[in-house]
């Protein structure tokens, strides 16, 4: 089953993911922290919710000194970490092979729409009939069912 937490930006979709989590006391995935400089965003960590680990997944584009190939791909206005990035794959994969469930995927989106992000993980979660807590704006929603083709899902509410 796909469960989505649906709404707009900066809504409280992360925090009700985060919540979830704490409450069903299972499973493991990653959330999305922003991290602000002033009413600037910085970037985002990606954080473990297990483990509690932390680790810079995006950064901002006015935050980078010089472009460099530290960076796997770019989305919006930010670049995202190839080591980052690499890891959570392998993450995922391994959770999937060990039959962990729930996964918590946060703002699944236009990098998901595209192939990259959580693309590969999310698909073969799905393949494994592995239960799914995502985040998704509201805007896209229809957008991710269709791409993944996601039939068996329910809104969960914020």
Known sequence: MVNIITGKMNSGKTTKLLDLYNDLKKGNGIISRKEMIGPSVFGFFAY???TKEEFPYMIHQKQLKEENDSFIYQIGPYFIYKEAQLFIEQFFIKLINNKISPLYFDEVGKLELSNRGFYSS?????????DIYMTVREDLVDSILKHFNILDYQIVSR
């Open 122 to 130: 999310i698909k073969y979660a799905l393949q494994e009939n592995i």
């Open 48 to 50: 473990v919710l297990e």
